[in-house]
């Protein structure tokens, strides 16, 4: 037996506010058609006033919380990853801690763009494995709607917001068969920051800043990058892909899914896909797909899943887990 992070509940929260390619059709210059070919993307959803990312990931935590089947109380760690906080401090996740009404605890926020989910999950798997904590809260959230330039057609139509999030618990897990985080595999080259980034920041301009990509070039290392990343968390465990039953992919491009997956001789049913109804959620799409996977009743007890991202940086990365 060895001491393992066994994914106890998942939940998510996506605003109420759901926008179709038409209707962003009718103030950016673009096509439903345009979107749909050469993203897969239909819609988006997008935070109202008031609305922000500690609330959309409180709401995500309840639900996995409630799925968990424990007292919010028992949680010692909040891992929030995020590229959209609140403010920026103190950490959303000691918003979230509040708004939960969690006691003392750990919490704090992790910044990896996309892959922030990835990094999140395996800070805190560290965590638990070394024996600091008995049981985590790790999400995903974010409201990139409030960092897009609307006037740049060429980004503003590839992202929604919303939250996803999972209960973690240190269990003795079986080393062959048992479940939980078998292994993560991260990430970073930071030569490539110019390729995806927030043109503003606290310590430059002062401002928030809006989302700039040159996205063929993002596209080109997103293939390559995960696919690699997957292939080296599988072999880590003595896995391949051939023992996969569900790779839960960043969401970023249906084309990136669909070449990803072909390129480790995967068959295309056996990706979850969301990004036709979330758009790119950043961090909180890797859980946001996991949640609606484990909800429609795909992903079952046993499982084998990965779960990979590719964001700016670049970051990147992937994990194996029995679910
Ligand atoms: O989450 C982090 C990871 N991010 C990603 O993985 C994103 C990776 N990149 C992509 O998904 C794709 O590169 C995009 C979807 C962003 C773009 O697709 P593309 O096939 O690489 O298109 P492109 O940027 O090369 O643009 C092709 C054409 C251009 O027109 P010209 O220069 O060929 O006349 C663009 O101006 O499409 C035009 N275009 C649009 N047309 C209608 C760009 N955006 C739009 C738009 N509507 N929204």
């Known amino acids: 037996m060895t001491r393992r992070s066994v994914i106890l509940g ?19 210059d673009t096509t439903d058609e345009w979107i749909v070919e050469r993203t897969g993307i239909r819609f988006r959803h997008i935070a109202a006033e008031g609305e922000t990312t500690s ?27 995020t590229a959209t906080p609140d403010q920026t401090f103190p950490a959303s996740a000691t918003r979230v801690q509040t708004a939960l009404g969690i006691g003392d ?42 960092i897009l330039d609307w006037e740049d057609r060429a980004t503003c139509v590839l992202f929604g917001d919303g939250a996803g999030a999972v209960v973690l618990d240190a269990q003795e897990s079986d080393e062959t068969t ?56 599988l072999g880590a465990v003595g896995m391949s892909s051939a023992d996969v039953d569900w790779v839960v992919p960043h969401q970023a491009n249906a084309r990136i899914l669909d070449a990803t997956a072909r390129k ?30 484990v909800r429609d009743g ?12 590719m964001g700016g940086g670049f970051t990147w990365g992937a994990a194996v887990v029995r679910f």
């Open 55 to 81: 609330t959309l990931a409180t709401g995500a935590a309840k639900a996995a919380i409630e799925a968990a089947g424990i007292e919010a109380s028992s949680i010692d760690l909040i891992v929030l990853a």
């Open 264 to 293: 480790l001789g995967l068959a295309r049913e056996k990706v979850v896909v969301t990004v036709d109804q979330h758009a790119n959620t950043s961090a909180a799409s890797v859980p946001l797909a996991l949640d609606a996977a």
């Open 178 to 233: 048992g479940a939980g985080i078998l292994a993560t595999r991260l990430h970073a080259d930071g030569r490539h920051n110019d390729l995806l980034y927030v043109d503003g920041g606290p310590s430059t301009t002062g401002t928030v800043g809006k989302l700039r990509m040159k996205g063929r070039e993002v596209f080109r290392h997103a293939v390559t990058n995960l696919a690699a990343v997957m292939e080296e968390s």
């Open 105 to 146: 605890c750990v919490a704090f926020d992790v910044a990896a763009v996309c892959s922030g989910f990835l990094y999140a999950l395996q800070v805190a798997d560290s965590m638990i494995r070394a024996g600091a904590h008995q049981r985590a809260l790790v999400i995903g959230a974010e409201t990139f709607s409030r």
């Open 10 to 28: 998942t939940g998510s929260l996506l605003p109420a506010r759901r926008v179709s390619n038409a209707e962003l059709a009718e103030t950016v």
């Open 298 to 309: 795909r992903i079952k007890r046993g499982d084998l899943l990965v779960l990979e991202a």
